[in-house]
């Protein structure tokens, strides 16, 4: 059974940073695309960023250059680093991947982790 760890959220103040990692477990086929979404509260799921497993990488467009998303495929980890937080930037962020099994395609979230950032 695939598994997703989420960690490293919490409380920041405006101008901090954070460094969310998710481990996924359980999974004996290559992970394809690893990524991030957030959900702010009354807020719809809202795409972070994507890393490929040729290390392609993709984000929302508001959220680039301060933001970045990396893996490491040896211990199938996600890391979003987040810098310059903001207000807006509160939200629960939720792990995803998706799995090739042949012509299937897997996908799996993460139970999620809040970032809140406040003064």
């Known amino acids: 059974q695939v598994r997703l760890m ?20 359980g999974s004996r086929s ?11 509260p009354e807020g719809e799921r809202e ?6 497993d040729d290390g392609v990488t ?3 467009d508001h959220l680039k250059g301060r933001f970045t998303i990396s893996r490491d495929n040896s211990e199938n980890t996600v890391y979003l680093q987040m ?8 939200a629960a962020y939720y792990c995803h991947i998706l799995i090739m099994f042949g ?7 993460g139970q999620g982790t809040q970032v809140t950032v406040s003064s």
């Open 30 to 40: 290559s992970i394809y695309v690893m990524g991030w979404y957030r959900q702010a």
């Open 58 to 60: 993709t984000y929302a």
């Open 103 to 109: 012509h299937d395609i897997g996908e799996y979230w």
């Open 6 to 25: 989420e960690s490293g959220g919490g409380l920041v103040q405006p101008g901090g940073a954070l460094r969310l990692s998710c481990v996924a477990s």
């Open 83 to 90: 810098n310059r937080l903001k207000p807006e930037d509160t």
């Open 47 to 52: 795409l972070v960023a994507n890393v490929y």
